[in-house]
């Protein structure tokens, strides 16, 4: 069975601190992402990557950066937590030449 | 600039009756539509999709339609039941990067019993 994990459900944060979130999966995707999803704003691209040590930005990469350094692990940081980066990130996955993504539970992260 | 729109951000149904979610999009470049679904402090799951070549799609209670003329695609959900209740997202694959979708602000579907 697919399968994405995230390591947190929920996540509290001071703004200022460095933030780690993590995700794995276990079906030899080659691409994983991170999205966040915000109230109105849908799911909206932060960073993706399609081979280990390769990223490319979404939409929204500013605040972020990522490290995929083994293929099943991408790492979404937040250099600087933020109040405005309190959100729900998504992590998901997809085999290459397909366009179904698998997603991860989801992290819940305030900042406050 | 939102490619896909989902402009009602909430839709009321009573159980047994038929859901239309519907779905805008702006880039005609886009040739591929999926649908997720997701509850609550849950990860969206996929739920059917549509290429471009089709105008229709079916699998069980769930229908996607696809207007290329008007850009319009919609979900129909017959018959609704309670446990539909959920946000639902339309996305494109981006014609430039296939891996990425664009996804829409999503409709929050109450199926009432």
């Given at each position: 069975d697919v399968k994405v994990t995230q390591s947190s459900r929920y996540l509290v944060k001071r703004t200022g601190e460095k933030v780690f979130l993590e995700c794995v999966q276990?079906?030899?995707?080659e691409n994983m992402f991170w999205y966040r999803q915000d109230p109105g704003l849908g799911l909206r691209l932060i960073y993706f990557s399609y081979d280990v040590k390769m990223k490319e930005k979404g939409d929204i990469p500013e605040g972020y950066s990522v490290s995929r350094e083994k293929k099943e692990r991408f790492s979404l940081i937040l250099e600087s937590a933020s109040t405005n980066q309190t959100s729900m990130y998504l992590c998901a996955s997809s085999p290459t030449g397909s366009t179904e993504a698998f997603f991860g539970q989801g992290t819940r992260l305030t900042v406050v | 600039d939102q490619q896909v729109k989902q402009n009602s951000p909430s839709l009321s149904v009573q159980e047994g009756r038929i859901s239309i979610l519907n779905c805008d999009y702006t880039?005609?470049?886009?040739d591929y539509f999926l649908w997720y679904k997701k509850y609550p402090a849950e990860g969206p799951t996929f739920l059917i999709s549509i290429s471009s070549i089709k105008d229709k799609n079916e699998d069980g209670r769930f229908t996607v339609f696809l207007n290329k003329s008007a850009k319009h695609l919609s979900l129909h959900i017959v018959?609704?039941?309670?446990?539909?209740?959920a946000v639902y997202f339309c996305a494109a694959p981006n014609p430039g990067s296939a891996r990425q979708l664009t996804f829409g602000s999503g409709t929050q579907l109450t199926v009432l019993p």
């Open positions: 276990d079906m030899d995707h | 880039n005609s470049m886009f018959p609704s039941q309670p446990g539909d209740s």
